[in-house]
C-alpha cells in the first residue's frame, strides 16, 4: 500500500492547531477554513485546479502516487499562504481512500470539497487491449470516483455542506472524436463518471452539489504523445482555434467547488472550445 500516512516526509506543511470550524453549511461564509482534496495533483489539470483552489483560500490536500511532483505542487501551494497536505496513494482502494480521508480531516479539520481528477489513458482497441488493462482503465477512471466520494461524502453530510467535482472527459459523449484512436475503454468510464455524478447528485441532495466537467483536448502530459502527432489537425477541429490549457479547467473546478450558494448539481459541463457542439 502506497498510502503514506505518518510516513515523514509525506505529510507536510500541516498546522498542528488546524480548527474544526463549522463554515454553515454550503453558503462558503468562512471560506479561510475550507478543506480541498484534490486527486491526481501532482501535475496537468489537477496541480493546476489545486492552485486555484488554493487561491481562492482551500487548504489543499494534494493526492497522487507521484511523490516528487505532488510536493512540488503542495510546495507552490504553501508559497501562496495556504496550508497544504501531501498524500501519496493509489486513488483505486476504498480502503486508502477512507484512512486517507480520516488522516485529512484529523489535520486539516474539515472536507468541503472533493475533485476527482486523477486518470489515465487508454488507447487501445477492442481487439487489442488485454483484460488486465480493461481492469486497470475503469479502476483509475471510475472505480476510484466512487472510493473517493464514498470517504468523502459521509464527513460532507455531517458538516452539513460539501461540492464534490468530477472530471469526466468529452470522450464520455462522443466515444472519441476522431477514429485516429480507440478510446472504447476510457469512454466507458468516463460515461459511467457522468451517470454517476447525476445519481449522486440525487443521493447527495441538497447538501452536497455534485457536477462534472468534460474536457475537450487539454495540453499535458496525459496527452503529449497524441498531440505531438496531430497538433495541427487538433487545433484545426477546434473552432477557438487553439488546445485546451489546464487553467481553462481550474477555473471551472473553482466555480463549481467555491460558487457561493450554489444552485447547479447533476450537471456536466463541456469545456472543449468548440470541438464537439451537439
Ligand atoms: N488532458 C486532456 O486533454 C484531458 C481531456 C479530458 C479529460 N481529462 C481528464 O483530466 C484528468 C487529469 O488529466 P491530465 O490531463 O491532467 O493528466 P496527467 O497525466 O497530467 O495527470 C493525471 C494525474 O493523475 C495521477 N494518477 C493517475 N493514476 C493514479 C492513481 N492510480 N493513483 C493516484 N494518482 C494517479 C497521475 O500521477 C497524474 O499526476 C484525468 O481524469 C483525465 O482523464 C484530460
Redesign the pocket.
Known sequence: MLLGLGSPGLLQGIADDAQDVSCGGDDLTDRANRVAIV?????????ASALRLAKSGHAVAV????LR?AEQTAADIRSLGVEALVIE????SLTVAEQSVAHIVDRLGRVDVLVN?????MSKGLLEITEAEWNATI???LK?FFCWCRAAAPKMLAQGGGRIVN?????AITGGVTRAVSKFA?SAA?AGVLGMTKSLAKELAPTVAVNAI??????????ATQVAAREAELVGSILMGRL?A?DD?ASLVNYLAAEPNMFMTGQHLVVDGGQWIT
Not at 486527486?39 to 496541480?47: H, L, P, S, V
Not at 493526492?63 to 507521484?66: H, I, M, R, T
Not at 481528477?117 to 489513458?121: D, E, Q, R
Not at 468534460?214 to 496527452?223: A, C, F, K, Q, S
Open positions: 486527486t491526481g495533483a501532482a501535475r496537468g489539470i489537477g496541480r493526492v497522487d502516487l507521484l511532483e496513494a493509489d486513488v483505486t481528477n486523477a486518470g489515465c489513458t479502476d483509475v477512471n476510484s472530471i469526466s472527459s468529452l470522450n476510457y468516463k468534460l474536457p475537450g483536448i487539454i495540453r499535458t502530459d496525459i496527452n485546451g489546464v479547467i
